[in-house]
C-alpha cells in the first residue's frame, strides 16, 4: 500500500494554500504535516479523506480496492471530535463501530486501551477536552483501516494520553498501516515531515 | 450496510428522546396552537368542526418544521458528518435513515397527539380516524422535503427560519390533500380515499427525492 500525491494544488476561499504538492508514502511509515496557522495542513488531510476536491492533482492509495473512494480506507480524525455530548462513551464508540464497519477491537477494549474504561456509561458531555480526544482515538481500533489522516491528533492529551497515542500509533505502522499527522507538537514516532510554508511553496 | 444504517438511526432517535426538545417540542407546540384555538373562535362547535381539520392539519405542519434545521447541522458542528461521508455507505441512504429517525421522533407523536387534539375541536368520530391516517401517510413527506431544507441548513448557520420559509411551499400540496380526505371521510364534497392516495404518492415521492436532493447539496456544500 501507497500514499502517492501528484501535483496537488489546493485553493480555499479564492486564495492558493500550497501548490504543487508532491509526496509519496509507503506502508509502515508517517508523515508528518507542519507549517504555520493557516498553511494549509487540514485542507490537505480533507484532500486526501476525499471530503475536499483538489483544485489540481491527483491523490492515489495503491492497494485499496479499485473503484473504492479513497475514503473508505481512511480514518478521518478532525480538530472535532465527532461525539455526541447526548450519548454515553460507549454508545459514541459503538456507534462509530457500527457506521464504519467494525472488523477491530470491541468497544471495551477500545475504551481501555486509551484509558477511558470505567467512563464507558458516563455522558460524553461530562468529558474534559482529553477525554474526548481520547474517545475520538479510540475510533482508529475498533474499525481498521490502512490509512489514518489524523489532525492535530494529541491536542488536549497529557503525556500519558500522547504516550497511548504513540504506542496505538506505533502499532498500526508496525501492522503496514500509513499514519499522516498534521501537528505542531512533535507525536514521538519516527517519521518523514513535510512543511508548507505561509507563502505556498511545500 | 444495513448495521450502518440502524446504528443511523438508532443514534439519532436516542439523541432525540435524550435531549428534552428534539422531541417533545413539536408536540408541546402543537398542543399549544390547537388549544388556544377555541378560545379564539369562541364555543361556536360546528365551526370548530368544520374548520377542525384544516387547523389540526396547519398545526401538524408548523410542528413538524421545528428542529428539521438540526438534522445535519447538528452533525456537521461537532464533526460527524465527515464520519458519516467516509462510511462505506452511501450518504443518500444515511440522509434515508436520518429522516427516518426524525419522523418516529416528531412525526409520529404529531399522528398519535392528533386524534386527542380532535375532541377538543369536536370532531366526529369518523374524522378523528381519519386525521390519524391522513398525518400517519402525510407527515413522513413533509419530514422527508424537510431533509432537503436540512441539508441547505449546513451552509446557513442559524438558518432555523430561512429553512422553514424554504421548505413550506413544497408541503402546500401534502397540506391540500391531507384536509381534502379528512373532510372527505366525513362526506365532504370529495371522496375520502383519492386524496389520501395523493397524500400516500407524494411520501413515496420524497422518500426518493429527499435524501437524494439532500445527499447532493451536503455534497456541493461541503466542497
Redesign the interface.
Known sequence: MRLIAENLTCVRGGRTLFRNLDFEVAAGRALLVTGPNGAGKSSLLRLLAGLLRPAAGRIALEGSEPGQPAGVSAHFIGHLDAAKGALRAAENLAFMQALLGGGGRTVAEALRAVGLDGLAEVPVRMFSAGQRRRLALARLIVAPRPLWLLDEPTTALDAEGQETFAALAAKHLAGGGIVVAATHAPLKISAQEIRLGAGGAA | MI??L???F??DL??AF??GGGAGIGVVFFLALVTVIPFAIGPDLPLLARIGPAVLWIGALLASLLGLDRIFSADH????L????????PLELIAAAKGAAHWVATGLPLVIAAPLLGLLLGLEPRMLGAIALTLLLGTPALTFFGLVGAALAVALPRGGLLVAVLILPLTIPVLIFGVAATVGAAGGPVPFDMPLRLVGALSLATFVIGPVAAAAAIRQI??
Open positions: 448495521a450502518a440502524r446504528a443511523v438508532v443514534r436516542m439523541i435524550r435531549v458542528d461537532d464533526g460527524s465527515d464520519v458519516l461521508l467516509l462510511a462505506p455507505v461541503r466542497d
